[in-house]
């Protein structure tokens, strides 16, 4: 054996251990740590010389800084002992011939298929090599090495040695790796899941109270704890996604997205918090943006609400824009964006740049506590970019503001593509622009081109209409001429009285459609403008005594553990008109079930005794076993991880609720499943089911409920199953163009039929398809099936 490669394998593979202690410890230094357990190696054979002569050849031999331990065994079955008793044997040795011609390769088939054991390393040798083909053995008994025993010299056996114990450390690792993934992934669950239920409580009772008599100081000190919890809950969701991020838990979906529509939606979100800070805010989208890209629209929105919301916290005056332009140098097929946000902010040192994109940083100190927050959402996004195969940067000049980028290349998808001009005509318009700021003048020119007008300078004598826009903040211009209008400002800014009746509002920052439109009606090319109003304050709806919604099968069951959670979900049924039955747990929920009582059963999926998944499937077995009507459930989860919502509906749960809740969110989804509040009266002899099938259209159209109307009926739920699967057959195989076209005729059908709140959610479907929300277009196309049933069970009742 060579002294070099001798002195190579005896050599310690860690860094680390080519430095000794320092001379001079001091006594008070810690401990060093205990050193690493030996590697486990069994030798089976039945020649005791083998034994003998490897234990002299390996006795030295250390692996990253661990000694062997050497193991024996003289025949297969004591080898079978060794493995019963010991799950961390990192190589084994096996000769083939001892107490039987295989006893060797009968043992390693124990290994892998009895014991299960795949990580050991099993090395065959043996002093008859023709005894077993090497190919036959390799393939079949799943061994790792094949060696004769006449080739397996010293410098060989530590080479072979090695080699197995290297292999054994990298799958012992990758295991403990998934392992680790795995624990983080339940402990990010349980996170979500226990932070989220206090916070409902919290913004819960928040709102609650806003519908309380409040004095102007009380409401002002409503409003503040109400901003404090949101944005306690935004650290929140940041903290879970980058614990996802570093988990390795955050995946990247491809779904055809329309990038105008994602910044168009941001910036209505994030246009309030501009205008109070008198911010302009406008945002310009290049018209040579395909409207379909593939790419993830859940991400992209978050990155555009991390940039443009840090653009409007750390800029104190001038304002915020929002660019996404299409550069020319990409690969066929494919469209490169650059997203770019520019504020008038305080700017960043280039000293600090750098720190930016990491971790829990901010530029000083100072900012922290000027402006808050935790320095994680440059972070996710850097990462979130980066897991996109895209650039993510900043340019920046201290008290002159930043402008934060980012680069994508994203395929051009040819789905779901879409007329940003919608049913708006407005080409070959002559359109005079009389605008003060020269980028948003720059914008509407651009829109405008796009959608086939002709943009001109104000007073041009051709101009069949006038475009108005002020500078930000200011109150609304006022059109001079003869000529229709339409006014660009922001929507609450003050408003003239000089106003010209028919004058038509588009509200910054600026959406193509709502442009178009006001462009297409103040032209006469389109009838019915959309005149801004004040939202109307709730109306108060007094809710019935549990007995009376039971009687009208419109009692609401609430299965919750949680003592605030209860008091949050009460009082907000109250105020909606609902009365409600409360159960701390899915046991005692299942037991006071009472078909035809309960309208809906709103469930929270954690929960002692009885989980939401296991009351739900009780409940699905007892309605399939005894014929009952299926009973909407709605899952009430605080679980933020990606996937809870499609789990919800493969238990067989009718859709979902994310906690912390608010009013408006659950309205909506109750307003889905059950009706309105006030529809409670008008129930008449199904009760339960009025809001999801209405019989009057048919009894108007044949004057009763004779044959001819029930083979009407029988004709209608055949038809709705059929469209179903034509949309369900559009979305398995990714045509978004043929799913439209089903869920378009399915809200038709519904809504002739007579089943409003089926027509209503196929209306949702379609308006998401359009947009390019695929994602949201999907998860709602999943409550289709149920609420389908719901309205053949109806009418089967009549």
Same mark, same amino acid.
């Given at each position: 054996?060579?002294?070099?490669?001798?002195?190579?394998?005896?050599?310690?593979?860690?860094?680390?251990?080519?430095?000794?202690?320092?001379?001079?410890?001091?006594?008070?230094?810690?401990?060093?740590?205990?050193?690493?357990?030996?590697?486990?190696?069994?030798?089976?054979?039945?020649?005791?010389?083998?034994?003998?002569?490897?234990?002299?050849?390996?006795?030295?031999?250390?692996?990253?800084?661990?000694?062997?331990?050497?193991?024996?065994?003289?025949?297969?079955?004591?080898?079978?002992?060794?493995?019963?008793?010991?799950?961390?044997?990192?190589?084994?040795?096996?000769?083939?011939?001892?107490?039987?011609?295989?006893?060797?390769?009968?043992?390693?088939?124990?290994?892998?298929?009895?014991?299960?054991?795949?990580?050991?390393?099993?090395?065959?040798?043996?002093?008859?090599?023709?005894?077993?083909?090497?190919?036959?053995?390799?393939?079949?008994?799943?061994?790792?090495?094949?060696?004769?025993?006449?080739?397996?010299?010293?410098?060989?056996?530590?080479?072979?040695i090695i080699t197995g114990l290297r292999s054994y450390d990298n799958i012992r690792s990758a295991r403990m790796a998934e392992s680790a993934s795995k624990l983080k992934s339940s402990f990010l669950a349980a996170m979500s899941h226990e932070i989220r239920t206090p916070m409902n409580g919290v913004l819960g009772m928040l709102e609650l109270l806003g519908h309380t008599p409040l004095d102007a100081d009380q409401r002002d000190m409503l409003l503040t704890a109400q901003d404090s919890a949101g944005a306690l809950l935004r650290i929140i969701d940041d903290i879970l996604d980058f614990s996802k991020i570093e988990a390795g838990r955050m995946d990247?979906?491809?779904?055809?997205?329309?990038?105008?529509?994602?910044?168009?939606?941001?910036?209505?979100?994030?246009?309030?918090?501009?205008?109070?800070?008198?911010?302009?805010?406008?945002?310009?989208?290049?018209?040579?943006?395909?409207?379909?890209?593939?790419?993830?629209?859940?991400?992209?929105?978050?990155?555009?609400?991390?940039?443009?919301?840090?653009?409007?916290?750390?800029?104190?005056?001038?304002?915020?824009?929002?660019?996404?332009?299409?550069?020319?140098?990409?690969?066929?097929?494919?469209?490169?964006?650059?997203?770019?946000?520019?504020?008038?902010?305080?700017?960043?040192?280039?000293?600090?740049?750098?720190?930016?994109?990491?971790?829990?940083?901010?530029?000083?100190?100072?900012?922290?506590?000027?402006?808050?927050?935790?320095?994680?959402?440059?972070?996710?996004?850097?990462?979130?970019?980066?897991?996109?195969?895209?650039?993510?940067?900043?340019?920046?000049?201290?008290?002159?503001?930043?402008?934060?980028?980012?680069?994508?290349?994203?395929?051009?998808?040819?789905?779901?593509?879409?007329?940003?001009?919608?049913?708006?005509?407005?080409?070959?318009?002559?359109?005079?622009?009389?605008?003060?700021?020269?980028?948003?003048?720059?914008?509407?020119?651009?829109?405008?081109?796009?959608?086939?007008?002709?943009?001109?300078?104000?007073?041009?004598?051709?101009?069949?209409?006038?475009?108005?826009?002020?500078?930000?903040?200011?109150?609304?211009?006022?059109?001079?001429?003869?000529?229709?209008?339409?006014?660009?400002?922001?929507?609450?800014?003050?408003?003239?009285?000089?106003?010209?009746?028919?004058?038509?509002?588009?509200?910054?920052?600026?959406?193509?459609?709502?442009?178009?439109?006001?462009?297409?009606?103040?032209?006469?090319?389109?009838?019915?403008?959309?005149?801004?109003?004040?939202?109307?304050?709730?109306?108060?709806?007094?809710?019935?005594?549990?007995?009376?919604?039971?009687?009208?099968?419109?009692?609401?069951?609430?299965?919750?553990?949680?003592?605030?959670?209860?008091?949050?979900?009460?009082?907000?049924?109250?105020?909606?008109?609902?009365?409600?039955?409360?159960?701390?747990?899915?046991?005692?929920?299942?037991?006071?079930?009472?078909?035809?009582?309960?309208?809906?059963? &709103?469930?929270? @999926?954690?929960?002692?005794?009885?989980?939401?998944?296991?009351? *739900? %499937? =009780?409940?699905? #077995?007892?309605? $399939? !076993?005894?014929?009952?009507?299926?009973?909407?459930?709605?899952?009430?989860?605080?679980?933020?991880?990606?996937?809870?919502?499609?789990?919800?509906?493969?238990?067989?749960?009718?859709?979902?609720?994310?906690?912390?809740?608010?009013?408006?969110? &659950?309205?909506? @989804?109750?307003?889905?499943?059950?009706?309105?509040?006030?529809? *409670? %009266? =008008?129930?008449? #002899?199904?009760? $339960? !089911?009025?809001?999801?099938?209405?019989?009057?259209?048919?009894?108007?159209?044949?004057?009763?409920?004779?044959?001819?109307?029930?083979?009407?009926?029988?004709?209608?739920?055949?038809?709705?199953?059929?469209?179903?699967?034509?949309?369900?057959?559009?979305?398995?195989?990714?045509?978004?163009?043929?799913?439209?076209?089903?869920?378009? %005729?399915?809200?038709?059908?519904?809504?002739?039929?007579?089943?409003?709140?089926?027509?209503?959610?196929?209306?949702?479907?379609?308006?998401?398809?359009?947009?390019?929300?695929?994602?949201?277009?999907?998860?709602?196309?999943?409550?289709?099936?149920?609420?389908?049933?719901?309205?053949?069970?109806?009418?089967?009742?009549?």
């Amino acid at each position: 054996m060579g002294g070099d490669d001798a002195d190579d394998l005896f050599a310690p593979e860690d860094d680390d251990a080519l430095f000794g202690a320092s001379e001079g410890v001091n006594a008070a230094a810690p401990a060093p740590p205990p050193p690493l357990p030996p590697w486990p190696v069994l030798v089976v054979d039945d020649d005791e010389e083998v034994h003998i002569m490897t234990r002299l050849v390996l006795s030295k031999l250390r692996y990253k800084d661990r000694p062997l331990e050497l193991l024996t065994a003289r025949s297969g079955n004591e080898a079978d002992d060794v493995f019963r008793r010991r799950e961390d044997i990192a190589v084994a040795l096996l000769d083939i011939v001892m107490e039987t011609d295989d006893a060797g390769l009968r043992l390693a088939r124990r290994i892998r298929e009895e014991f299960a054991n795949t990580d050991t390393r099993l090395i065959l040798r043996t002093g008859q090599p023709g005894q077993a083909p090497v190919r036959d053995v390799i393939v079949n008994y799943d061994i790792n090495d094949y060696k004769s025993k006449t080739e397996l010299t010293s410098e060989k056996l530590f080479i072979t040695i090695i080699t197995g114990l290297r292999s054994y450390d990298n799958i012992r690792s990758a295991r403990m790796a998934e392992s680790a993934s795995k624990l983080k992934s339940s402990f990010l669950a349980a996170m979500s899941h226990e932070i989220r239920t206090p916070m409902n409580g919290v913004l819960g009772m928040l709102e609650l109270l806003g519908h309380t008599p409040l004095d102007a100081d009380q409401r002002d000190m409503l409003l503040t704890a109400q901003d404090s919890a949101g944005a306690l809950l935004r650290i929140i969701d940041d903290i879970l996604d980058f614990s996802k991020i570093e988990a390795g838990r955050m995946d990247i979906d491809r779904h055809p997205v329309d990038i105008g529509t994602i910044m168009e939606g941001v910036a209505d979100t994030l246009a309030p918090a501009a205008r109070k800070k008198g911010l302009s805010f406008d945002l310009h989208v290049d018209p040579a943006i395909p409207t379909a890209l593939m790419g993830d629209p859940v991400r992209l929105r978050q990155i555009l609400f991390n940039l443009t919301g840090n653009a409007i916290k750390f800029t104190e005056q001038g304002g915020v824009m929002v660019r996404a332009e299409r550069h020319p140098d990409a690969a066929p097929g494919v469209a490169r964006i650059r997203v770019a946000v520019t504020d008038t902010g305080i700017g960043i040192a280039p000293d600090q740049q750098t720190k930016l994109f990491q971790p829990f940083a901010q530029a000083e100190v100072s900012t922290s506590r000027r402006f808050g927050g935790t320095g994680l959402g440059l972070s996710i996004s850097r990462r979130l970019i980066e897991l996109m195969k895209g650039h993510i940067g900043l340019d920046s000049v201290p008290g002159h503001g930043s402008t934060f980028w980012f680069t994508l290349d994203l395929e051009v998808s040819d789905q779901g593509a879409s007329d940003a001009a919608g049913s708006a005509d407005i080409a070959g318009l002559h359109v005079a622009l009389d605008i003060a700021e020269p980028e948003l003048a720059q914008t509407v020119s651009a829109y405008l081109v796009q959608a086939g007008a002709v943009p001109m300078d104000a007073g041009a004598p051709s101009a069949d209409l006038v475009i108005c826009a002020g500078r930000s903040g200011a109150p609304w211009p006022v059109p001079e001429g003869p000529l229709p209008a339409v006014v660009i400002a922001d929507a609450d800014s003050r408003r003239s009285g000089d106003i010209p009746a028919g004058t038509q509002l588009v509200a910054r920052p600026l959406r193509r459609s709502a442009l178009f439109r006001a462009v297409a009606v103040a032209a006469n090319r389109l009838a019915g403008g959309t005149p801004v109003t004040a939202s109307a304050p709730r109306a108060a709806v007094v809710a019935p005594s549990p007995e009376e919604a039971a009687a009208l099968g419109r009692l609401i069951l609430v299965a919750e553990d949680q003592r605030v959670n209860q008091m949050v979900i009460s009082r907000q049924l109250s105020i909606l008109g609902f009365a409600v039955e409360i159960h701390a747990d899915g046991a005692a929920a299942l037991a006071a079930w009472r078909p035809g009582a309960h309208g809906l059963l &709103l469930t929270d @999926c954690n929960m002692p005794v009885m989980d939401g998944y296991e009351l *739900t %499937a =009780a409940i699905r #077995a007892r309605e $399939a !076993e005894d014929g009952l009507p299926r009973l909407p459930i709605i899952a009430l989860t605080a679980n933020a991880m990606a996937g809870e919502d499609q789990r919800c509906i493969n238990a067989g749960m009718d859709d979902f609720l994310s906690k912390p809740l608010d009013l408006t969110q &659950l309205e909506r @989804c109750l307003s889905r499943w059950l009706g309105t509040a006030a529809q *409670t %009266a =008008a129930s008449a #002899a199904t009760p $339960a !089911e009025a809001a999801i099938f209405d019989p009057a259209m048919t009894i108007d159209l044949f004057g009763g409920l004779d044959d001819d109307a029930r083979g009407f009926l029988a004709e209608f739920t055949s038809s709705l199953h059929t469209l179903r699967a034509e949309a369900e057959k559009g979305f398995a195989s990714d045509d978004m163009d043929a799913a439209r076209r089903g869920i378009h %005729a399915l809200a038709g059908v519904a809504k002739n039929g007579g089943a409003p709140a089926l027509g209503a959610l196929a209306d949702t479907i379609e308006r998401s398809l359009k947009q390019g929300d695929y994602a949201d277009a999907r998860t709602n196309a999943l409550k289709i099936p149920g609420m389908i049933d719901r309205v053949v069970a109806a009418i089967d009742a009549l």
